[in-house]
């Protein structure tokens, strides 16, 4: 089944005329079935997330080395696992861990605490799960990189999912996860340990339990309608469990980093918005009302009370601890009156909060792979998260080794053409879908311009992987446009149009691999000669 079986009228008023044979009934216009089996709706978008999961697992040891920021965040979660907080390291501590010496922290003053905080810029959450990759295999890099090739390897299988869900079309979905898997900047940070794959994840994930969400209320909202006596503003449509486990995913997205709060803003006016063509959708006399009094105030509890307490779980070791950065525990126990304890915990807290906030707002260190954001989707300036040159054992006279964090160039020139698309397409039929992965993209790109223009912040290209799963998103819904809708014709002959259009999705699918297949040695740091990685450098001094 392709993106067109899907209708585009979302908002209520007549779809066709009532005497006509392919008129829709109201459920059907309102929750479009979903066709196909169940069972291949799961196996398949498993099998599309172990062969990327394969992909990112071989090797993931290698390079044995601290690679670019590697060298805080895997300090700070094995220190998170071993104390609930950051802590600070010794001088050559990157050499000690290589070598297999873990007592690389500082030892605390008797009497004072200050030696040992480690003051970070970031919520704890993505350190955190880098830490369980520690804790289960030690430190060490296949250790600190375990948890994002987990990470990386479950949301090519969110994505196939949620795409299958928008799409009705489980070939759709395995599209979606495949090139997700096949992204170039995703496979690398699915074996770095960074934070912005966890921040990926998150977002996503609250995504897809919002689409989720959209389709679990609409089928109560039709239940109600075809059941029971009718009335102006509507019934209200329940607890929402999936609009909760988005909040949860919302409010760990900011934990990981606080660039996830433009995704938890967005994706709250989108569900209302949703909540409120719902009920248009099937001819309630005041929608708007029934929204506002129904639907809202579980929306204010999904995406403020929600998040916040999400937010605030993370930093359990910080509260608990006397030994985080600003931790004032001398001070708020002094007194031994449990109130006071918490309020002036919670005005430390604050106070470090603020600190965080004016470093984010002043960071402008120049660094010699910094890049704009207008820059990203042409991937002009990409990161070297690792190089060797002048190696041996290649079977050249000069090798090299190198790690490059650049997406698959097929994936995000297309994925440009299909976002352009996806525009027009939404002008024309204000169809939910384009609607929703414009907004997701734009939320993980143009707030970063404010940054731009505003105190010339230090970016890099990484930054956007959070745009990568809506950019691929775009993409499938414009093959589906290509492939049409599943029909036959009246001899029972398959349409000119489907053939064609399956052919030229199956070509950019091909065309996907081949471009990853061809990049694969400079984004998994094979050993290569030197003329092979100079000449996967495409853009010559602006990827070197």
């Given at each position: 089944m392709a993106v067109t079986d899907f209708p585009y009228q979302t908002s209520g008023g007549p779809e066709s005329d009532e005497s006509s044979p392919r008129a829709l009934s109201v459920r059907d216009r309102v929750i479009p079935a979903m066709r196909g089996s169940v069972l291949w709706g799961w196996i398949g978008p498993l099998l599309v997330m172990i062969f990327g999961g394969i992909l990112r697992f071989i090797g993931l040891g290698h390079p044995h080395e601290v690679?670019?920021?590697?060298?805080?965040?895997?300090?700070d979660g094995f220190s998170l696992i071993n104390w609930g907080v950051e802590r600070t390291t010794v001088k050559d501590a990157d050499k000690a861990i290589l070598a297999g010496d873990t007592d690389i922290f500082q030892k605390c003053a008797d009497g004072s605490?200050?030696?040992?905080?480690?003051y970070v810029v970031h919520p704890p959450l993505g350190k955190w799960m880098i830490g369980a990759g520690e804790w289960l295999f030690g430190m060490n890099p296949f250790g600190w990189r375990f948890a994002a090739a987990v990470i990386g390897t479950?949301?090519?299988?969110?994505?196939?999912r949620v795409a299958r869900r928008m799409t009705r079309s489980t070939l759709l979905g395995c599209f979606a996860g495949l090139l997700l898997a096949l992204d170039g900047l995703h496979f690398v940070l699915s074996r770095t340990a960074l934070l912005d794959i966890f921040l990926m994840f998150w977002v996503l994930a609250a995504f897809a339990c919002l689409v989720v969400d959209r389709d679990r209320t609409r089928e109560r909202l039709v239940d109600w309608y075809e059941t029971s006596p009718l009335s102006p503003q509507g019934p209200w449509l329940g607890a929402r469990p999936w609009r909760m486990a988005a909040g949860v995913c919302l409010g760990l997205a900011m934990s990981v980093k606080w660039s996830g709060l433009f995704f938890a803003v967005a994706f709250a006016a989108m569900s209302v918005m949703w909540d409120f063509g719902a009920r248009r959708a099937v001819g309630l006399r005041n929608p708007y009302g029934g929204a506002l009094s129904k639907d809202v105030p579980n929306a204010l509890v999904g995406f403020a009370a929600v998040p916040f307490v999400s937010y605030m779980v993370t930093w359990a070791g910080w509260f608990s601890t006397a030994t985080g950065y600003g931790r004032n525990w001398d001070q708020a126990t002094s007194s031994g009156n449990p109130f006071f304890f918490i309020l002036d915990s919670a005005r430390s807290w604050i106070q470090y909060q603020w600190q965080v906030f004016t470093f984010h707002e002043g960071l402008e260190t120049s660094h010699p792979y910094m890049s704009e954001p207008w820059t990203w989707p042409l991937l002009l300036r990409p990161v070297a998260f690792?190089?060797?040159?002048e190696k041996?054992?290649?079977?050249?006279?000069?090798?090299?080794?190198?790690?490059?964090?650049?997406?698959?160039p097929v994936i995000w020139f297309g994925a440009l053409a299909a976002?352009?698309?996806?525009?027009?397409?939404?002008?024309?039929?204000?169809?939910?879908?384009?609607?929703a992965v414009l907004l997701a993209y734009a939320m993980g790109w143009l707030p970063w311009f404010y940054f731009a223009f505003s105190s010339n912040r230090t970016m890099f290209l990484f930054y956007a992987i959070p745009m990568v799963p809506f950019m691929i998103l775009a993409i499938t819904l414009c093959a589906g446009w290509l492939i049409g809708p599943a029909t036959r014709l009246a001899d029972g002959s398959i349409p000119a149009r489907r053939t064609y259009g399956a052919a030229a999705v199956g070509g950019f699918a091909l065309l996907a691999l081949i471009n990853f297949w061809w990049l694969h040695p400079v984004l998994s740091a094979e050993l290569i000669p030197y003329a092979e990685w100079k000449v996967r450098m495409l853009f010559d001094k602006r990827w070197i």
């Open positions: 690679v670019f920021d590697e060298t805080y965040y895997a300090k605490l200050d030696p040992c905080a480690s479950l949301s090519i299988l969110v994505l196939a690792h190089y060797e040159g041996t054992g290649c079977g050249a006279s000069s090798c090299s080794e190198a790690v490059l964090g650049v997406g698959t976002l352009v698309a996806l525009i027009a397409w939404y002008v024309a039929t204000r169809d939910w879908r384009a609607g």
